[in-house]
C-alpha cells in the first residue's frame, strides 16, 4: 500500500508540474492553477482576506470536506509540497536514526494558523509566507524553472553544431529563454532551511510548521477511515519511530493523533505483528487469531516488553504544551501584526489620495485589482511571473514594504508588457490579477510614458532615434522637430499611452530609460469594464491595427520639411552642414494641433480654452 | 558569398578599390552604361508580386548567376511586425516565397528566411504571412532568431561608428546573402530599404541608434553586402513607417540589383514619400555608402532596364 502513495504523490507532483510547465509554454491548459487552489489555507486567508468567495475555491472546500472522512489524505498523497520534502529527504539522505524529534513542536502549526487567521481579519494577508501551495509553485516556477531553461539552453547550444549538420533545422533554430527572477536569494534561503531540516527530522515542515495541515487536522479529528490499532499490538514502538508526522503518541502506539496523521500507512507497514489497519478490521487478522497471538507473545519476548494494556496513559493522549489560550494569544498577536502593518507608511489606502507614499515606478500587471485588495488578495505564488512571457513580471522584496513582498510587479526594463497577452490573468488563482475579456484588455492601462529629455538621445544628444515610435504598438508616440534640432523628438500622447512599455524596454540609453513607465493614469477597477471606463476617461487607446490606406499625405499632415529622416538640402554634394539647414521646419501650423488655435484675446487668460466653433 | 570570391576577398578588394571609388563619387568615371547592355545594373519589373520577383531577377541574368549549386543562401526578408501583408511593414510573402523558389531552383543545398523581431516572434511569423507562404517550398526554412547563442561578435573593418556588433552566425557562414525588403519608410532612417534591412541580422540593434544610425547602417552593409537586392515596392509604406499604418502607394513594382546601395537608391527616386519626391543622396546612410563605396547611388549614370507582365 505504501507503493500506492507514492505512486499517487509522483503523479500528483508530476500533474502540478505539468500545468505549471503546460501555463508557461502554451496558454491553452485549463485551470493551470488548481492546485493552488486545493490549498485550505491559501483559500481561507484569501476569502478572509479579500472578504469574497469564488467558486474557484471549491477544490479546497472538497479538500476539507473529505477529512472527516479519510484525514489528511492531501497531505499525504497529493500536497506536491509534501512530495518535494519526501523528495528532498531522498535526495539529502534520511535524518539520523535519533533525530530531533518534539511532540511539543506539532501544535506550533496551530500557533502559525492562529496567527495567519487573526492577521487576516483586518485584511494583511501572510499567506505568501506559509502557505504550501504558494511557496511551492514559487520554489517551482522561479527557481527551478529558469534553471531547468538555462541548462536546456545550454545543452542546445552543444548539440546545435550536430543539428546543423545533419540539417535537423527544428533543433537548429530552437531557443529557449531563459527567464530571470528577482528575489531568488530569499526564495532559496527559505528552501534550503526546509530542506535542512529534513535532515533531523522527516516531513518537519508537514509535523510542525504548516499552517494547511494544521487546518486539516482541526476537520480530521476521528475521520471514518484512520488508524487502528488491535490488541496484536506488543508495543515494539516501531511505529513510533518510524512515524513521519508525529502522530504516534510516545510510549502509547494504540493511540493516535488523527489531525497529526496523514494516513501514509508507514506504521502498517511496519508493524511486526500486524496489529495496525486503516481500512475497517481487514489488516486485524481476525481470521488467524490464534497464530498471530502466538507470534504476538515471541515478539513480546523478543523485546521484552508488555503490550499496551499495560500502559500507564491507557486510552489518554497526553496535554501538550500549547493550551487553548496559546491559540486565542497567536490569533491576537496577528490581529496586531496586521494592525500595525495596516499603519505603516507604504501601506496603501482605502482611497488614493493625499499623503499615499508608494515607490515611482511600481507597476502592477495589467488588470490588477485596486492596491487594497490587490494585496489583500495576491497569494504571491509566482504563477504570474512565471508564465509571463515577457519576463517582466517580477517579484518585489521589500521595495512596497512589508506588505508587498513577493507581490508582481512590471519591470519594462526587462521585458515589454504585450497587450494582447492577459496569460498573469488567466493563472491567477484568487484572482487578484483579472481574467480579461478580449476587447477589455488593451485598456487595462498600466502607467503612462514619461521621457527624461536629459536622457534622450533625439532631445539631448540631438541623434537620430525613434525607437520608442518604431516599437510602441498604440502609436502613443509623436514626433515632432524642435528648432534647432535636426531630427524630430519623441513626445508622448498620454491618452493613447497604455503603459505596455515597449517604449522603456528598447529604449537604446543604459541602464535607466530615457523614457519610463510611470504608473500615472492605471486603471484599476474591482469590477466593470475597463473598456467603459477608459472611454469614459477619455482614453483613446487602440493598437496600431487599423489599416493602412493608399493615396498621398495631406500637405498639413507632412509640411515643408517635415519627411523624418530625409535631409534637406538636395544633393550629394552639398558640404558638410546641409543637416542644419536653417528654416527647416516652422511652416505655419504644423506645432498647431488643428481645434486649438488661439482665439485672439482668448490665449491668455488661465483655465479658458480658446474659442473652438462648434 | 560569390562563389569565385569569399566575403573577405571581397572586402579587401572593395577596400583596395578606394580611389576607384572617390573618382566614381565625384563623377569622373561613370562605368554603368559602358558595360555590357545585356545585363543591366537594376532590373526593374512591374506587375504581380510573384511574377514580378521573378522577372526581376531574370533581367539580371536569373538567379544562377547569383546561387551557385550547393550554396547556402540567406534571405532577410521584413518580417519583425505583426502586421499583415497590406500594411506593408513587412515584405509580401509571396515575393519572399518566389525567391526561395528560385534559389533551390538554381541548386541552392540550404535556403534560410531568418530574421530578428522586436515583436512577439510566433505573431510576427504568422501575422507577415511569410511562414505559411513559404511553408509549400520547405517546412523549416522560416525564422526568427532571438537568442543571443545564435550570434557572433564581429569586428568590421573601417567602420566609422559601429565597430563591433554580433551578426547572425547563419549570415555570416551564408555563401550568398539575398536582402528582400519591403520599400518603406522609417522615421529615423527615411528610409527602410536594403540597408537598412540588414539592422535585422544583428542582435543589438539599440547601439546603433546610441551612435548615428545613419553611419551605423552604412557600417553594417560594408559587412553584410547582399548578393542580390530584390526590394518589393508591390506597395510601398511612403508615411508612418516603419510600422505604419500609413499612406501607402500601389507601386506594382519589384526592384532587383546585385547592388544594394543602387536598389535601394532607385527606389527612394522611384516613388513620393511622405507626399514629396527625393534624391538618393537626400537620405544620408544612401550617400554615405554611396561615399565610401559600398555600391553606387547615381542611378541616372546606371543600366536600367524595365519590364512589364
Not at chain 1, 466593470?528 to 487599423?546: A, D, H, M, N, P
Request: charge should be positive; proline fraction near 7%; include cysteine.
Amino acid at each position: 500500500m505504501i507503493f500506492f502513495r507514492r505512486y499517487s504523490q509522483i503523479i500528483s507532483l508530476s500533474l502540478f508540474l505539468f500545468l505549471l510547465a503546460g501555463a508557461v509554454v502554451s496558454d491553452t491548459l485549463a485551470e493551470p492553477d488548481f492546485f493552488l487552489r486545493l490549498d485550505p489555507v491559501l483559500a481561507a486567508v484569501t476569502v478572509v482576506c479579500g472578504r469574497f468567495f469564488i467558486w474557484a475555491f471549491a477544490p479546497a472546500l472538497v479538500v476539507i470536506l473529505l477529512c472527516p472522512i479519510a484525514g489528511r489524505l492531501f497531505c499525504g498523497y497529493v500536497c506536491p509540497m509534501g512530495t518535494t520534502l519526501d523528495g528532498g529527504e531522498r535526495l539529502f539522505g534520511s535524518p539520523p536514526k535519533k533525530y530531533l524529534r518534539s511532540e511539543n513542536l506539532v501544535n506550533l502549526k496551530y500557533l502559525i494558523l492562529a496567527f495567519l487567521l487573526g492577521a487576516s481579519l483586518f485584511g494583511l494577508s501572510l499567506v505568501f509566507a506559509v502557505s504550501p501551495l504558494s511557496l511551492i509553485t514559487r520554489f517551482y516556477g522561479l527557481i527551478i524553472y529558469p534553471v531547468i531553461s538555462f541548462f536546456a539552453d545550454s545543452i542546445l547550444g552543444i548539440i546545435r553544431p550536430a543539428a546543423d549538420y545533419f540539417d535537423m533545422r527544428s533543433l537548429m533554430y530552437a531557443q529557449i529563454r531563459t527567464p530571470r527572477f528577482a528575489t531568488q536569494l530569499f526564495i532559496l534561503i527559505f528552501f534550503v532551511i526546509l530542506f535542512a531540516l529534513i535532515r533531523f527530522c522527516p516531513r518537519f515542515w508537514c509535523r510542525y510548521l504548516c499552517p494547511s495541515g494544521a487546518m486539516l487536522a482541526l476537520f480530521s479529528k476521528k475521520p471514518l477511515i484512520r488508524r487502528r490499532v488491535s490488541g496484536d499490538c506488543i508495543n515494539c514502538g516501531k511505529c513510533i519511530r518510524s512515524c513521519p508526522m508525529s502522530a504516534i503518541p510516545q510510549d502509547i502506539p494504540d493511540l493516535t493523533r488523527h489531525g497529526e496523521c496523514i494516513a501514509c500507512r508507514t506504521c502498517e507497514n511496519v508493524c511486526p505483528v500486524d496489529a495496525v489497519a486503516f481500512l475497517g478490521e481487514k489488516g486485524y487478522r481476525k481470521n488467524k487469531k490464534s497464530d498471530s497471538e502466538s507470534h504476538r507473545d515471541t515478539q513480546r519476548e523478543k523485546i521484552g516488553r508488555a503490550g499496551p494494556d499495560h500502559s500507564p496513559h491507557k486510552g489518554k493522549i497526553p496535554e501538550t504544551p500549547f493550551s487553548r489560550r496559546d491559540f486565542l494569544r497567536a490569533g491576537l498577536l496577528g490581529a496586531g501584526t496586521s494592525v500595525v502593518s495596516l499603519t505603516g507608511l507604504n501601506t496603501p489606502h482605502d482611497k488614493a489620495g493625499e499623503g499615499q507614499v508608494a515607490p515611482p515606478w511600481l507597476l502592477r500587471p495589467p488588470g490588477a485589482l485596486p492596491e487594497k485588495s490587490f494585496l489583500a488578495r495576491c497569494v504571491r505564488c509566482g504563477e504570474c511571473m512565471a508564465v509571463c512571457p515577457g519576463n517582466t513580471l517580477q517579484p518585489i522584496w521589500l521595495a512596497a514594504g512589508f506588505t508587498g513582498m513577493f507581490s508582481p510587479v512590471l519591470t519594462p526594463r526587462r521585458g515589454a508588457c504585450d497587450p494582447k497577452c492577459n496569460r498573469c490573468g488567466d493563472v491567477c488563482p484568487t484572482n487578484a490579477i483579472l481574467s480579461l475579456p478580449k476587447n477589455d484588455r488593451i485598456w487595462a492601462k498600466t502607467g503612462t510614458a514619461v521621457i527624461f529629455r536629459e536622457k534622450c538621445l533625439a532631445w539631448e544628444f540631438q541623434k537620430s532615434c525613434m525607437v520608442c515610435d518604431e516599437v510602441c504598438p498604440f502609436d502613443a508616440i509623436d514626433f515632432k522637430r524642435e528648432p534647432g534640432n535636426p531630427f524630430a523628438v519623441p513626445h508622448v500622447v498620454e491618452d493613447k499611452c497604455a503603459g505596455c512599455g515597449y517604449c522603456e524596454h528598447f529604449c537604446p540609453v543604459q541602464n535607466q530609460a530615457a523614457i519610463m513607465i510611470s504608473p500615472m493614469g492605471a486603471l484599476r477597477l474591482s469590477r466593470g469594464s475597463y473598456e467603459e471606463e477608459g472611454k469614459r476617461q477619455g482614453l483613446r487607446l487602440s493598437l496600431k491595427s487599423k489599416k493602412g490606406t493608399y493615396g498621398t499625405p495631406s500637405e498639413s499632415e507632412y509640411p515643408e520639411g517635415a519627411a523624418p529622416g530625409f535631409d534637406e538640402a538636395p544633393g550629394f554634394d552639398n558640404a558638410p552642414g546641409f543637416d542644419n539647414a536653417p528654416g527647416f521646419d516652422n511652416a505655419p501650423g504644423f506645432d498647431n494641433a488643428p481645434g486649438f488655435d488661439n482665439a485672439p484675446g482668448f490665449d491668455n487668460a488661465p483655465g479658458f480654452d480658446a474659442d473652438v466653433k462648434d | 558569398m560569390r562563389t569565385d570570391m569569399n566575403r573577405r576577398e571581397f572586402l579587401r578588394y572593395q577596400m583596395n578599390g578606394a580611389l576607384w571609388l572617390t573618382a566614381a563619387a565625384s563623377g569622373l568615371m561613370l562605368p554603368g552604361k559602358t558595360l555590357a547592355e545585356g545585363i543591366p545594373d537594376i532590373g526593374v519589373a512591374k506587375g504581380k508580386p510573384t511574377i514580378a520577383t521573378r522577372a526581376a531577377v531574370e533581367l539580371l541574368g536569373g538567379m544562377k548567376t547569383v546561387v551557385k549549386p550547393g550554396n547556402k543562401v540567406l534571405i532577410k526578408p521584413n518580417m519583425s511586425f505583426d502586421t499583415p501583408p497590406e500594411r506593408a511593414s513587412n515584405t509580401h510573402p509571396e515575393v519572399v516565397r518566389e525567391l526561395a523558389v528560385m534559389c533551390k531552383e538554381a541548386g541552392a543545398s540550404r535556403v534560410m528566411i531568418l530574421d530578428h523581431p522586436l515583436r512577439d516572434a510566433t505573431r510576427c511569423l504568422k501575422a507577415s504571412g511569410i511562414l505559411e507562404a513559404c511553408k509549400s517550398v520547405d517546412e523549416q526554412m522560416v525564422h526568427m532568431i532571438t537568442d543571443a547563442s545564435l550570434y557572433q561578435e564581429t569586428k568590421i573593418p573601417n567602420a566609422v561608428t559601429l565597430t563591433t556588433t554580433d551578426i547572425m552566425k547563419d549570415a555570416l557562414r551564408a555563401d550568398v546573402l539575398i536582402a528582400v525588403p519591403v520599400a518603406k519608410s522609417h522615421s529615423g532612417a527615411g528610409v527602410s530599404l536594403s540597408m537598412k534591412g540588414m539592422m535585422g541580422l544583428i542582435y543589438d540593434r539599440r547601439t546603433m541608434h546610441l551612435k548615428s544610425l545613419h553611419s551605423g547602417i552604412a557600417d553594417l552593409s560594408s559587412i553584410l553586402r547582399a548578393d542580390l537586392a530584390v526590394i518589393d515596392a508591390t506597395r510601398v509604406l511612403s508615411t508612418g513607417g516603419p510600422g505604419g499604418p500609413g499612406k501607402m502607394i500601389r507601386g506594382d513594382t519589384v526592384i532587383a540589383s546585385k547592388d544594394m546601395v543602387a536598389a535601394d537608391a532607385y527606389t527612394i527616386s522611384s516613388f513620393e514619400w511622405y507626399g514629396k519626391k527625393f534624391k538618393p543622396s537626400q537620405v544620408r546612410h544612401i550617400r554615405e555608402a554611396h561615399e565610401r563605396g559600398l555600391g553606387r547611388m547615381d542611378v541616372e549614370n546606371l543600366n536600367v532596364k524595365t519590364v512589364s507582365v
